[in-house]
């Protein structure tokens, strides 16, 4: 990845998009079939018995017709789930979605040449924005290399949201806009908004053409920030977008009808590429301990986030750095991508500016006043109030794993995500008494706009062994033949899943083909078992491999009694981070780490003895 993003390619961004492969419909067979396998360490004999029967009814009948119409509809489409995937996993949904799906990470710089430092926050800021807008002009004149698997080509389409995109909410439907275009496809904005004291700017980054530099945004920064701090803390309309959907839809189109001139300046903060957070609190973070860092960044100061755009660079007033971004336009490897490139560059330059001090004569910020009364206000401090009273029950144990990491699994011959995986189910296990139902995230980039598939970490084999684990009876060498067994169930999953044959995607399609066609809703989906085993977005862990670079991110869990649990791995070291609810008596995220860490070695340690 380093050098793919270094090194001038002839290749154009976006130039294989449209011949990447359709998003395929699987068999109706297999997936009724690896359903069934799914739901099984979920059920006693009884239940599964009568699982098994509702299976092979939908199969015979109403299956078969919805299946049908499913790829009736695939045949219209290069994609046949993106339109629904949106609206259901993002659009539809009405709670707060600030806090409750977007995603966030810290940039990884504190670890190398910007530890915490008070007194950095606007020079390494203008340093920080000056390479985001150099990616942005990397992916508007498509030069940042197609990512590819082997010699195939991935899609692209997600990096196309990153800048310049921002949701806007509807009183029952939310929708994405885009403003984002490529240089052959004509003229983008090119202002940035800056949020900082419940205040709002917006600049041009762009001065004769060229992108302004270093110092010429460290100008602005400081306007901003002393006009800040000497003068009244603003309206904080911002806070407004951490509301529960529906309400933050009504107060929009409120203050739009207050005056007219408040439509105009939303939509500067919705077309700016990205927006500019200036936070005035200092997370506390270290290269092993992340966990106030990603507390604040999810549950921050809601009147410096725009929480539907999708990408907000957050600053702290100790150097530190972060985002938040809404999960609706793309997934965090975008984000990770860009953050990676960001960091590779400070390394590079050795945190500094080399270049020119000059600083030209440049507009000022231009400050977005907006017209505000008493019900305005009022909903400001409700949406504040009820944002900062749901974070405090958020719960993140963020931590390093230093022992070993992918040098080591790879040794062994065990795939790092995988060891990964199975140590989180034999910790759920040993915390919980039982088995943990279980999304990973699998990428579906080899297709037209493919973004994900739901591997299902729980399985037969990884229960089997997790109870082997538990049973001073069995044998080392039993124990490692199980474990052996759950690795390569998990890892031919996860094969599956990229490759278009997944099926939890194929059963929402099938779903939603019945809603849509006015007809009763299958009894497959009302089963109990459905639900018990993940299914319809109840599943009490939640995972996403975060990559093997030095980005790390984390989300809320699914459920309130789950988990949300995302990690990188590096040749030396894991890197995770755990979140869970408070008001959960059953659930506690510091808990599963140290269990998670404790399975780590007791993995390798299985292995080792095995051997002898």
């Known amino acids: 990845m380093e050098n793919q993003l270094t090194k001038s390619v002839e290749e154009r961004t976006f130039q294989y998009q ?11 067979e297999e997936s009724l079939k690896k359903y069934l396998e799914s739901v099984k360490p979920f059920a006693n004999e009884a239940e599964y018995k009568k699982t098994e029967e509702i299976v092979r009814k939908f199969q015979e009948g109403a299956g078969k017709g919805l299946h049908q119409k499913l790829l009736e509809r695939a045949k219209g ?33 504190f670890e190398h ?29 498509e030069k940042l290399p197609v990512h590819k698997s082997g010699n195939t080509p991935l899609d692209m389409n997600q990096f196309r949201m990153l800048f310049s995109t921002c949701k806007v909410p509807g009183i029952t439907r939310d929708s994405i806009m885009n403003y984002f275009k490529t240089e052959s496809e004509g003229h983008c904005p090119t202002h940035i908004a800056v949020l900082c004291r419940g205040r709002a700017f917006v600049f041009d980054v762009l001065h004769d053409g060229c992108l302004i530099t270093p110092p010429e945004l460290l100008r602005q920064l400081t306007y901003i920030h002393k006009k800040c701090w000497n003068e009244p803390v603003g309206p904080s309309i911002a806070a407004l977008t951490s509301e529960e959907r529906t309400r933050w839809a009504k107060a929009r189109e409120y203050l739009i009808g207050l005056d007219p001139e408040n439509l105009t300046l939303l939509e500067k903060i919705q077309t700016s590429l990205f927006v500019y957070s200036i936070e005035d609190t200092s997370p506390h973070v270290t290269p092993e301990e992340y966990s106030q860092v990603f507390e604040m960044l999810l549950g921050g100061d809601p009147s410096v986030r725009w929480g539907d755009k999708s990408y907000n660079l957050i600053s702290f007033a100790n150097g530190i750095f972060g985002c938040c971004c809404d999960h609706a336009p793309y997934d965090a490897m975008v984000m990770v991508n860009i953050a990676h490139y960001v960091d590779e560059r400070i390394l590079e330059t050795e945190g500094r500016w080399k270049g ?31 944002h900062l009273k749901a974070a405090s029950d958020l719960q993140i144990a963020a931590s390093t794993f230093t022992s070993f990491g992918k040098k080591l699994t790879k040794e062994e011959a065990l795939h790092p995500d995988t060891f990964i995986q199975l140590a989180l189910q034999l910790a759920y296990y040993r915390l919980h008494g039982r088995p943990g139902c279980c999304y990973e995230t699998a990428m579906t980039r080899y297709f037209y706009h493919g973004r994900t598939e739901t591997v299902r970490s729980c399985t037969e084999e990884a229960v089997r062994w997790c109870q082997s684990m538990q049973d001073p009876s069995a044998s080392l060498l039993e124990r490692q033949q199980k474990m052996l067994e759950a690795f390569a169930k998990h890892n031919k999953m996860m094969k599956d899943c990229s490759h278009g044959k997944g099926f939890d995607r194929h059963l929402l399609g099938l779903l939603l083909i019945a809603k849509e066609e006015g007809l009763p809703v299958p009894e497959l989906f009302e089963d109990p078992l459905f639900s018990r085993s993940g299914g319809g977005g109840n599943f009490v862990l939640s995972t996403s491999l975060v990559g093997y670079l030095r980005v790390q991110g984390v989300v809320v869990p699914m459920v309130h009694n789950g988990y949300g649990f995302f990690y990188h791995i590096r040749d030396d070291r894991f890197v995770v981070a755990c979140s869970s609810w408070r008001s959960c008596p059953e659930t506690d995220a510091e808990k599963l780490v140290q269990m998670i860490f404790h399975a780590f070695h007791d993995m390798i340690q299985l292995m080792n003895t095995a051997h002898l």
């Open 18 to 28: 449209d011949s990447l492969p359709s998003l395929p419909v699987p068999s109706l």
């Open 77 to 109: 489409k290069r994609n046949w789930l993106e339109e629904w995937w949106l609206n259901v996993a993002y659009l539809d949904v009405r709670i707060p979605s600030q806090l409750n799906v977007n995603f966030v990470g810290p940039c990884p710089h």
């Open 113 to 141: 040449y910007w530890p915490a430092r008070e007194g950095t926050q606007l020079e390494r800021g203008s340093l920080l924005l000056w390479h985001n807008l150099n990616y942005w002009q990397l992916l508007r004149r």
């Open 356 to 386: 020119s001090e000059k600083v030209r004569d440049i507009p000022l910020p231009e400050e977005l006043v907006f017209t505000v009364d008493e019900k305005i206000l009022n909903d400001v401090s409700q949406a504040k109030a009820q």
